[in-house]
């Protein structure tokens, strides 16, 4: 995989001492969708503005296609195009003129065809003479993505593009941004939310008090997040796990009541049979048993109580 | 390297902004040209005599235009800047792969333009008034845009360090125009007390209205070389103020 990002060492301290970003390091490849998913204030934001120029970086080192944000920042930046948090925009500009300006901005010649196809695929081509203050909260945002997009940039980032949105708009929004993918876009997002997450990146970053706490595929997440605890309730203390009971890696509860199995459900064979079997061989009464699924939200706030 | 589309493109935006509201921005500073003159150039001013040659309206046209371009090169720059700072606009200029030089020279070059061409539309309503024979028409012209090019560079600066409309408003009100008024606009300044004739000598603005003024008449209060001088001597001060603050990215950058 190609490596379209590359953060070092990036620490981030604001004027009034705040660490908001602790030694970073993230590399992102050409053509994923990379989720940066974490609580308010954790640091997604301004890690973005880091390395699109809007915040200066305190140490460290960006690199956008192998260019230097800092001392390459022509290069790297026309890679990039930003959607911020907020919805800002020249409110009586017309929507056609907005976009337009982006393009040239960025120091690109126009385009008309480009710019008609992008307004197209947002839905936006029909309101392209309305002025922006006229627009709904989620035809704005479209707005702030084809200004974002009016350059052809090979990396776009989304900083809560589904904040405020409602349902329907969401699943829009996923779709345009999955859309946006299979047109070869590397997008790095921000949610809070981790069905989102889930649904669209290919990898999720944990993002936390300006430090990544985990990152991983998002299929490798959910193979944890369906890992399932059987928990066998028996009548007796449990001190000592029996030999026999070795190989299957039972934990025993705090009121040493019970034990608890990990397994994962996908899998052909759990070893459940086995199991209860061998428990039954070892005499063990067992009064019930029950089972645990952990989810994504929980890893999270796990990771997160750990921080 | 000079990214000239990107200049073109913020240049054109402001521009463009001006056009929306052209009839406002152009009717209330000439309708108070029109008013100085009616006041102070045929009411007044034929009673009043600082130069045997020149006739008192004649006298005070350069003043009028450095009072009006002043504090509208201020203006527009101030708000040129400001308004995306106060929409949050500014992200998209930042991350944009353009220097500091190209952003300051899109906006204080269309901020410039427009208070020039104000400049010679003031100077057109004043030839209904009085005669005016400029003496050196492209040192006239030279000076005027050294005037708007530095109070827009001013008007940048405030923008920039500004928080919020009132103090955009507060420095052209307390600073600009009292040192309009008292820097020889209106009076020659040897109508003043010695003590104040020396106060006036600190009033950049007076060497500013000078030179102007030498331009159209051919005489000045001071030697027209440090009237140019001095105006780029504050040139040259408002640009390196501009470079400090984007090099420690003061107010802009967080
Ligand atoms: N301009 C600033 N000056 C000082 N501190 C700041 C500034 N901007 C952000 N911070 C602080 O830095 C930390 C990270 O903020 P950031 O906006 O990056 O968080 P975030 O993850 O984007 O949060 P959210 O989900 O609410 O958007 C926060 O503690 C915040 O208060
Ligand atoms: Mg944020």
């Known amino acids: 995989m190609q490596t379209i990002i590359e953060i070092k060492n990036l ?113 936006l081509w029909e309101k392209k003479d309305q002025i922006i203050r006229s627009l709904s909260g989620g035809m704005k945002r479209r707005v702030l993505i084809a200004k974002a997009l009016s350059h052809e940039p090979d990396v776009l980032f989304l900083d809560e593009p589904t904040a405020g949105v409602d349902v329907e708009l969401r699943k829009d929004m996923w779709n345009t941004i999955k859309n946006l993918q299979n047109s070869g876009v590397t997008i790095i997002l921000t949610t809070h939310y981790i069905e989102e997450a889930e649904l669209m990146a290919n990898r999720i970053a944990v993002i936390n008090n300006g430090k990544i706490l985990l990152i991983d595929k998002k299929d490798n997440l959910i193979d944890r997040m369906s890992k399932k605890t059987l928990i066998i309730h028996t009548n007796s203390k449990i001190n000592k796990i029996d030999k026999a009971l070795g190989k299957f890696k039972l934990r025993i509860s705090k009121d040493k009541k019970n034990l608890e199995y990990d397994y994962s459900p996908n899998k052909k064979k759990t070893g459940i049979t086995t199991l209860l079997n061998e428990i039954k061989k070892t005499g063990i009464e067992l009064i019930d048993v029950q089972t645990k699924q952990s989810n994504l939200e929980q890893i999270f706030v796990e990771i997160l109580k750990n921080d | 390297m000079i990214n000239f589309r990107s200049i073109k493109a913020i240049y054109i935006f402001e521009m463009s902004r001006t056009f929306r509201t052209l009839i406002q921005s152009l009717i209330s500073p000439i309708l108070s040209t029109v008013l100085y003159f009616i006041v102070f150039g045929t009411a007044i001013g034929n009673n009043i005599n600082f130069t045997n040659e020149i006739p008192y309206g004649a006298f005070i046209v350069p003043g009028l235009v450095i009072l009006t371009i002043s504090m509208q090169s201020v203006n527009n720059a101030s708000f040129g800047i400001f308004f995306p700072k106060f929409l949050g606009t500014t992200y998209e200029i930042l991350s944009a792969p353009i220097s500091y030089v190209e952003i300051v020279i899109g906006y204080v070059g269309a901020s410039a333009t427009k208070s020039f061409c104000l400049g010679l539309l003031i100077l057109i309503t004043s030839t209904f008034f009085v005669d005016l024979n400029i003496k050196f028409p492209i040192l006239m012209l030279c000076m005027l845009l050294l005037s708007c090019v530095s109070f827009s560079l001013l008007g940048f600066i405030i923008g920039i360090v500004s928080d919020n409309f009132e103090q955009i408003n507060f420095v052209p009100m307390i600073i600009i125009t009292p040192l309009v008024f008292l820097g020889g606009s209106f009076y020659t300044i040897d109508v003043l007390p010695d003590f104040w004739q020396t106060i006036t000598l600190l009033n950049p603005i007076f060497y500013l209205v000078s030179g102007f003024r030498y331009s159209f008449f051919g005489t000045g209060e001071v030697n027209i070389l440090i009237s140019i001088f001095s105006i780029s001597l504050f040139i040259l001060l408002c640009i390196i103020i501009i470079w400090r603050i984007f090099k420690t990215g003061y107010k802009i950058k967080t």
């Not at chain 1, 890679?79 to 017309?94: A, R």
Request: glycine share 8%; proline share 4%; with cysteine.
């Open chain 1, 11 to 123: 620490r981030k301290i604001y004027k009034d001492n705040k660490v908001a970003l602790d030694d970073v390091n993230l590399n992102i490849f050409k053509g994923e969708i990379i989720a940066l998913l974490g609580p308010n204030g954790a640091g997604k934001t301004t890690l973005i503005s880091n390395i699109c120029g809007i915040s200066s970086i305190t140490s460290g080192d960006i690199k956008v296609k192998g260019f230097d944000v800092v001392e390459n920042y022509r290069e790297a930046r026309k890679c990039i195009g930003i959607v911020p948090q907020e919805l800002s925009f020249e409110p009586f500009e017309k929507v056609i003129n907005t976009v337009n300006f982006s393009r040239q901005l960025f120091g690109k010649k126009p385009n008309e065809k480009y710019i008609e196809n992008l307004l197209k695929k947002l839905s």
